[in-house]
């Protein structure tokens, strides 16, 4: 069973791999067979995190991003991810509108992911949907995602190369300092720079990157480019960017250690979300519920309860 749908997936076809992405997101017990068997065949894809506020454009930018692609003969897998809307919501739909472009184009494969309510769903489904596309072979992966919290930021550490989407005129407040998003920026996007402020948000970006204290001396400087997404306008610069940057990685002789990195940083998100579903779990269980009558009345205390609930986590995975 495992053996002809991990060689049909290896043999690039879309609906073993629908499957087996089902799979991973009810959490099927025979997709674990499937994902250890195609692990061999991945590392062969380049990673791309589009990350930005709702509304920001990154669906729109991904799309004009995948025509670039393919018009050099690349094959573009997208995993999408919105952990604001339920699975049937709006902006699945939405996405899938925005991108229908390439429906019908088999060197084109998009994955839309919600989250809200699956505690680790995101951290657990992620990282198996790129190994899946990876394995296929395509050649870039996108990863979209709205990196507002920790778990987005740790998404994006998957990618290879980190485009951070910013738009103009949303006042003083720069929108990528948030929550740890400059960090991963490898390179700023704006978005809508037919807005007025495009400039503004350029020059106070690169204030923001000159206050960076010694960086090494062959630090990369993320660069900052002005996109319109809806006019398919500074796409190919955004591509040589992109270019430039794994240029630059190769040169760094980083990429043995990088591969080392987010092998492991992938194991990191696996048992988180593996940790985090065995803790809704036990927190669910009867014996928790007993346990809290306990503590409100006072019969024991939260650090007992705590050693309690790390022994419940042990259990089957
Ligand atoms: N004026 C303008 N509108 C854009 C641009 N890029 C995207 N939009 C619009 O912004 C809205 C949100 O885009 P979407 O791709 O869904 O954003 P996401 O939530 O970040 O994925 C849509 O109505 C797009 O048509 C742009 O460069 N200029
Ligand atoms: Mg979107």
């Given amino acids: ?25 009810d959490q099927h ?15 062969g894809a380049y990673i791309v995190g589009f990350t930005g506020n709702p509304g920001s454009g990154k669906s729109t930018l991904v799309n ?4 670039t692609c393919r018009q050099k003969g690349l094959r573009v897998g997208v995993v999408a991810i919105d952990p604001t809307s339920p699975y049937s919501g709006g902006a699945i739909l939405g996405d899938r509108i925005r991108m229908q472009e390439h429906a019908l184009d088999e060197g084109v494969f998009i994955r839309s992911v919600a989250t809200r309510g699956n505690l ?11 190994q899946v596309l990876d394995a296929m ?8 995602t709205v990196g507002v919290g920790q778990d987005e930021v740790d998404i ?12 103009p005129g949303m006042g003083d407040d720069i929108q990528a300092t948030k929550a740890g998003i400059m960090e991963i920026a490898d390179i700023f996007v704006i978005n809508k720079s037919d807005h007025p402020g495009a400039d503004r948000l350029r020059r106070e970006l ?12 062959d630090a990369w400087t993320p660069p900052v480019v002005h996109t319109i997404a809806t006019e398919h306008d ?9 270019e430039e940057h794994r240029a630059w990685l190769d040169a760094q002789g980083q990429e043995g250690a990088r591969a080392r990195r987010r092998i492991e940083h992938l194991i990191r998100l696996i048992v988180q979300g593996e940790l985090d579903a065995r803790l809704a779990r036990a927190m669910g269980s009867q014996a928790w519920k007993q346990e809290m009558d306990a503590l409100t009345e006072r019969q024991d205390t939260p650090w007992r309860a705590a050693e309690l609930l790390i022994a419940m986590l042990g259990g089957e995975a």
């Avoid at 004009?64 to 025509?67: G, L, N, S, V």
């Avoid at 690169?206 to 001396?217: A, G, I």
Wanted: charged share 25%; proline share 4%.
């Fill in 206 to 217: 690169k204030t923001m990157m000159s206050l960076v204290e010694n960086p090494p001396e």
């Fill in 1 to 25: 069973m495992t053996d002809t749908l991990t060689a049909r997936i290896l043999a690039g076809d879309v609906r073993a791999a629908g499957r087996l992405m089902r799979q991973v997101d």
């Fill in 64 to 67: 004009a991003f995948i025509r």
């Fill in 156 to 167: 994006a550490r998957v990618a290879d190369t980190n485009l951070v989407v910013a738009v």
């Fill in 29 to 43: 017990p025979g997709a674990r067979a499937a994902l250890d068997a195609l692990f061999a065949h991945t590392g």
């Fill in 120 to 130: 680790g769903g995101l951290s657990r489904s992620t990282p198996a949907l790129v």
């Fill in 137 to 144: 072979g395509f050649d870039v992966i996108i990863i979209e």
């Fill in 234 to 242: 500074g796409l190919d610069k955004l591509f040589e960017k992109i």
